[in-house]
């Protein structure tokens, strides 16, 4: 059994969604697609955030929506790890307590430190957002995410926030950090060259559907839709 199954359909205001998804653990999944796809709508679904209207989510083989027998279990009690497209991290706190945030208190610190000399970042521990790179406020909102072993991972155009030149540094940096966990994760973008570096497979969202997926060769050989096209003649290698 896939380690993440998802088959979820609703709406979202007047827009209309259907995902379904399988990724197996460890593994990066790629959700693409052109803007308004409906990717962020998506990921929001199997977070928790948004309930479908109907349809089924497993996590592990465990179920956290269902919607045949009500079932909806709570965001915080699903065991995800979300980055979102911002970072949010408290500017207040430092990187070790943002890392931290939402541990149990008797253990906060030494997880939190140890997640953060894991991405490489233990000596920023001190500083404050605001003084960090963008680079940099990337890697403590992952630590933030991983700190408390989540069952899956799910990143919300994870790049976007930074510059081009640092965009590709934390590309190639992000890319070998998700295919060294051991838990699955799921990255949403619209950035042809993310889209082709960050994942192991590829799955293409538009107008709320999931309309072709599998192997990131397969896809682009297919060029079964108009993103997957563009995708595949971007021209860029396959690898970070």
Same mark, same amino acid.
């Given at each position: ?6 088959? #979820? ?23 693409? !697609? ?11 679904? #199997?977070?928790?955030?948004? =309930? @479908? ?10 179920? %956290? ?12 009690? =699903?065991? #995800? ?8 991290? *408290? @500017?207040?706190?430092?990187?070790? +307590?943002? &890392?931290? *945030? ?15 000399? =894991?991405?490489? %970042?233990?000596? /920023? ?18 630590? =933030? ?14 790049? &976007? ?42 799955? #293409? ?8 997926? !599998?192997?990131?060769?397969?896809? /682009?050989?297919?060029?079964?839709? @108009? *993103?997957?096209? +563009? ?10």
């Amino acid at each position: 059994m896939s380690a993440v199954e998802v088959d #979820i359909a609703g709406r979202a205001g007047d827009f209309e969604y259907r995902v379904k998804l399988h990724l197996d653990a460890p593994g990066a999944l790629v959700l693409a !697609g052109p803007n308004g796809a409906g990717k962020s709508t998506a990921l929001k679904a #199997i977070l928790g955030a948004l =309930r @479908p209207e109907r349809g089924r989510t497993s996590i592990g083989g465990a179920p %956290v929506f269902d919607s045949a027998s009500s079932l909806d279990v709570p965001m915080e009690l =699903r065991g #995800i790890g979300y980055v979102p497209q911002a970072y949010a991290l *408290f @500017p207040h706190l430092t990187a070790l +307590e943002n &890392a931290g *945030f939402g541990l149990p208190r008797r253990d906060r610190a030494r997880r939190a430190l140890l997640m953060l000399e =894991r991405l490489g %970042v233990a000596e /920023l521990k001190d500083r404050l957002p605001g003084s960090l790179s963008g680079g940099e406020r990337q890697r403590v909102a992952l630590a =933030r995410a991983l700190a408390p072993e989540p069952r899956l991972l799910l990143l919300d155009e994870p790049l &976007a926030a930074l510059d081009v030149t640092t965009r590709r540094q934390v590309r190639a940096f992000l890319a070998e950090r998700l295919r060294s966990l051991e838990i699955p994760s799921i990255v949403v973008t619209h950035d042809l060259d993310d889209a082709r570096t960050l994942g192991d497979r590829i799955a #293409i969202l538009e107008r709320g559907s999931v309309v072709d997926s !599998g192997d990131l060769a397969s896809v /682009l050989q297919r060029r079964a839709t @108009p *993103f997957a096209a +563009e995708l595949a003649s971007a021209g860029h290698p396959l690898q970070p």
